[in-house]
């Protein structure tokens, strides 16, 4: 079943998408050569805490971390470690959730570490392209998948694939609703998209294969084939006037 939001609702839910948004850019600031992720982890946890939201990602099915944070073949959910320090030339995809005042906000970046390879550039570019492509169908009237579609055929027209193992959610009083919002497959399906409804929406993109694997610690998703991937996700509200990210810094 999905829920629709009130306008009232919205707003609670833009104030957590504005948190999360602004925990991004501490992370922007902090990534760089020799800063550890689980160091990013508590930076982004002390920070969520100082403003009264709740880390929506620990001890959810036992995650024990506040953010994914997912290093080069690590397409999704690499758990913070001491052990892994950030390299120049690498990328490293950040997830964020939060809860203010009962209601979620989601959001994944991937940044770049340092000076990264022409060709990495391009990963990045794309895979925050397609996020956008798939917002600009999240619009009244069209159909869920109208937004799958323009993911895939923009991450492919480039050469890359789409990841199919994990996909987007509804979102709002709990992190995961429906729909579930895949990356890829045909236009014109699944539900009609009515103001109100509010989604995460995530592309998982891949330099080579879409294939998948987790690891023995069963969170760490890689690439099969080693490749890297990169993760861009908002969280976005459906409006008479158009998609509205929540979990933007600006507007
Ligand atoms: N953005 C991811 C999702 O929506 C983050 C979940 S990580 C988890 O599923 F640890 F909470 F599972
Ligand atoms: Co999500």
Known sequence: MIILKSSDELLAMRRAGLVVAR???LVREMVRPGVTTLQIDQAV?????KEN???AFKGYH???ATICASVNEVVVHGIPSSDVVLEEGSIIGVDIGAFV???CGDSAWTYPVGEVSEEV???LKVGEEALYSGIAQAVVGNRLSDISYAVQQYAESFGFSVVRDFVGHGIGRKMHEDPPVPNFGPPGRGPRLKAGMTLAIEPMINAGGYEVEVLEDNWTAVTRDGSWSVHFEH???ITDDGPQVLTSLQE
């Not at 946890?45 to 805490?49: G, N, S, T, V």
């Open 235 to 237: 969280t976005v509200a």
């Open 53 to 55: 939201a709740i880390p």
């Open 23 to 25: 925990a991004h850019e």
């Open 121 to 123: 550039k391009t990963l």
């Open 101 to 103: 005042d009962g209601f």
């Open 45 to 49: 946890e002390e920070f969520l805490r």
């Open 62 to 64: 036992g995650y024990p």
